[in-house]
């Protein structure tokens, strides 16, 4: 097993003892959700359920032992939703015991663990997603594999889109850093995660992404645009604050595109 595996669950968690023939259920049900059959996957994710977190450590178990699986990620996934607020702990420690970030595989876990998480609304989760901002930007820092970097960044975004349900701020620097200073176009739930934890900081970049957008998608500029009015509102910003003083002359009309003068 790599460094980037939890290792046996049962052992480091010391799950509680259960009937073995409930336990070899347990490891027929979990095999059953990597079935073919919609209904067999249906039934075991139903059976599952009522073992709790000693089937959710069971799922991780076999989750980090089949990360290329794309299939088996969205499986296991499913099944630890299904049980829920059970499964809380046992993916804490799984990612917790995710040391590095090595392969795309690594970010893919990851990801799927945030998704979870996310569904499962528990802020307690918040110290343990902030770790794997860490752990993913170092990936990013010492490796120049185009693959591993969009996996990380994918599973980044996951991650802020989580903590901003949180109303944790702990990772507002970061989602600072991927939004950049707004002259390249960013990845899809950067801008709205700002937009909903919003900060003055970002209105620059912002106004400059906007002034981009107007030539790509029409849709996606109005969603800046929309986003700019927000934050500004929030923060009590006008037009002519300093915080606008860096534009330049394109893009101060970008600025007031956005804010338009009424006529008089």
Partial sequence: MSDSQPGSLREKQHAAEI???AKEEIRKHVRDLLSDDFTVRAASMTSLEKYGAVAAEAIVDALVKKPEAGHALT???????EIGKPSLHVILHALNHIVEVKRPEDAYLIENFVDILSSLRDRRAA??????????????????????VHCCELAKVKIHRALVEFGEKGGLDDLIDML????????????????KIGDRRVLVPLVRLYDIDEHVTFSGAQFIKEAIREIARRERVTPEDKVFKDLNAAERAALERVFPKSKK
């Fill in 19 to 21: 009937a073995p023939a």
């Fill in 75 to 81: 499986n296991f996934s499913d099944a630890l939703a």
């Fill in 127 to 148: 110290a343990t997603l902030l770790e794997q901002l860490a752990k993913l930007n170092a990936a990013i820092k010492r490796n120049h594999n185009p693959q591993l």
């Fill in 180 to 195: 950049g200073d707004g002259r390249k176009r960013v990845r899809d739930g950067v801008v709205e995660a700002v937009t």
